[in-house]
């Protein structure tokens, strides 16, 4: 099966992937769903919406503080540096992440749509301006936004919030005008971000699912692989690799 996928994308010139919590999970840093999931031991209402903020932004800022310090402790793994080598496979190859771990920009991709945010910047919860990227934050002495006063927050995106409009845009016209789509490490149940595979798969592309577990895509994908995707990627992008030089030498 493997094969035909490396058949298919090394004849493919638009190339997309949507990655999720799980592509990090070989370096370290814990998802949201499943066993060993974050959203299994913290409530995701009392930590990741606007309410919560209002109401005990302390605590806020002490969860993403820590998601922080576990997260610049952490390396990207062979499925980042291989998502990073595919990109000279395909004339234009967008890299769409639901992380907000940064560990793609890492591994050097260079088109990446990070549709939840980067949990490195900072953003005034009022006005939405963007601060500083790598301000540290006291949570005992938040600071505040210097156009309106407002209270810094992390710019990533919280439960009931809109994603960023320019962004999920980009990602819809990517994955509607794809020839082949990868979803990597992602429970495709966290919206808009799960209507991407299947955009890219009514526009024709062929869909490509690489997740230990079966989600909602598992059956509606062209190709499941049920693997991890720092092992899986590597080995692809070498028989993409191979075939690419295999046409050259002809
Ligand atoms: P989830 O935690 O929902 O799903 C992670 C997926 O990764 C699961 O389906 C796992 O089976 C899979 N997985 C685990 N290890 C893997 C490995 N080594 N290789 C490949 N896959 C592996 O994370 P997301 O789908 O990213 O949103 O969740 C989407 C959004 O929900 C997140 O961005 C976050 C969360 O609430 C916000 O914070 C807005
Ligand atoms: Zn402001």
Same mark, same amino acid.
């Given at each position: 099966?493997?094969d035909?996928?490396? =058949?298919?994308? #090394?004849?493919?010139?638009?190339?997309?992937? *949507?990655?999720?919590?799980?592509? #990090?999970?070989?370096?370290?840093?814990?998802?949201?769903? /499943?066993?060993q /999931?974050?959203?299994?031991?913290?409530?995701p209402?009392?930590?990741?919406?606007?309410?919560?903020?209002?109401?005990?932004?302390?605590? +806020?800022?002490?969860?993403?503080?820590?998601?922080?310090?576990?997260?610049?402790?952490?390396?990207? $793994?062979?499925?980042?540096?291989?998502?990073?080598?595919?990109?000279?496979?395909?004339?234009?190859? &967008?890299?769409?992440?639901? $992380? +907000?771990?940064?560990?793609?920009?890492?591994? %050097?991709?260079?088109? !990446?749509?990070?549709?939840? /945010?980067?949990?490195?910047? $900072?953003?005034?919860?009022?006005? %939405?301006?963007?601060?500083? =990227?790598?301000? =540290? !934050?006291?949570?005992?002495?938040?600071?505040?936004?210097?156009?309106?006063g407002?209270?810094?927050?992390?710019?990533?995106?919280?439960?009931?919030?809109?994603?960023?409009?320019?962004?999920?845009?980009?990602?819809?016209f990517?994955?509607?005008?794809a020839?082949?789509?990868?979803?990597? /490490? &992602?429970?495709?149940?966290?919206?808009?971000?799960?209507? *991407?595979?299947?955009v890219?798969?009514?526009?024709g592309?062929?869909? !490509?699912? !690489?997740?230990?577990?079966?989600?909602?895509? #598992?059956?509606?994908? =062209?190709?499941?692989?049920?693997?991890?995707?720092?092992?899986?990627?590597?080995?692809?992008?070498?028989?993409?690799?191979?075939?690419?030089?295999?046409?050259?030498?002809?």
């Amino acid at each position: 099966m493997l094969d035909q996928v490396a =058949d298919i994308i #090394s004849k493919c010139s638009v190339g997309a992937v *949507l990655t999720g919590a799980g592509i #990090s999970a070989e370096s370290g840093v814990p998802t949201f769903r /499943g066993r060993q /999931g974050l959203w299994k031991k913290f409530r995701p209402e009392q930590l990741a919406t606007m309410e919560a903020f209002l109401a005990s932004p302390e605590v +806020v800022w002490e969860w993403y503080n820590w998601r922080r310090e576990l997260i610049s402790d952490v390396q990207p $793994n062979p499925g980042h540096h291989a998502l990073k080598e595919m990109e000279e496979f395909f004339q234009e190859f &967008t890299l769409i992440t639901q $992380n +907000v771990d940064n560990l793609h920009r890492l591994a %050097g991709s260079s088109r !990446i749509l990070e549709l939840h /945010g980067n949990i490195y910047r $900072n953003k005034c919860a009022d006005c %939405g301006f963007v601060l500083d =990227d790598d301000m =540290d !934050i006291d949570p005992a002495d938040i600071p505040t936004c210097d156009k309106c006063g407002g209270r810094v927050r992390p710019d990533v995106v919280w439960f009931g919030e809109m994603l960023p409009g320019d962004v999920i845009e980009q990602a819809f016209f990517e994955a509607e005008r794809a020839d082949v789509f990868l979803s990597v /490490g &992602t429970s495709a149940l966290v919206q808009p971000a799960a209507s *991407l595979p299947l955009v890219a798969k009514r526009g024709g592309a062929t869909l !490509i699912e !690489i997740n230990p577990e079966r989600t909602p895509l #598992s059956d509606l994908a =062209d190709f499941s692989f049920q693997a991890k995707s720092g092992e899986l990627l590597p080995d692809l992008v070498k028989m993409v690799h191979d075939r690419k030089e295999g046409a050259d030498r002809r």
